[in-house]
């Protein structure tokens, strides 16, 4: 819409440690280092956030073992996408101007 924008890279980097007791199911969670990767836009006029994006991968193993006592594990690759936009209000709409009198509607 024609205002100067400033545009932002951002990193991120997130680390889960793994419980000391495993859950109700026995189930034992960890995550590896996830890294992303995104940008920022904002609008330099009015010092507000425009629009965000972000990629996230965040590698993660559950281990457990199963009711036969044999163990399992699950290993997965979690990729999340992130997009923030701001929304601006809508305008309030005006009630029904009362008719004049003598006017008929």
């Known amino acids: 819409d024609g205002r100067p924008v ?12 793994p419980a000391k007791d495993a859950g109700p199911m026995g189930m034992q969670a ?4 996830g890294k992303g990767t995104g940008f920022n836009y904002g ?15 965040m590698p993660m193993t559950l281990q457990m073992t199963g009711p036969d006592g044999n163990q399992m ?5 979690i990729t999340t996408t992130m997009l923030i936009e701001r929304v601006e209000p809508k305008p ?3 009630p029904d101007a009362k008719p004049a009198d003598g006017d008929k509607k």
């Open 6 to 17: 400033a545009k932002i890279a951002n990193t991120m980097a997130v680390t889960m440690e």
């Open 30 to 33: 960890s995550m590896t280092q």
């Open 43 to 57: 609008d330099t006029g009015r010092g507000q956030l425009h629009r965000g994006t972000a990629t996230m991968t």
């Open 73 to 77: 594990k699950i290993e997965q690759n």
């Open 92 to 94: 309030a709409a005006k």
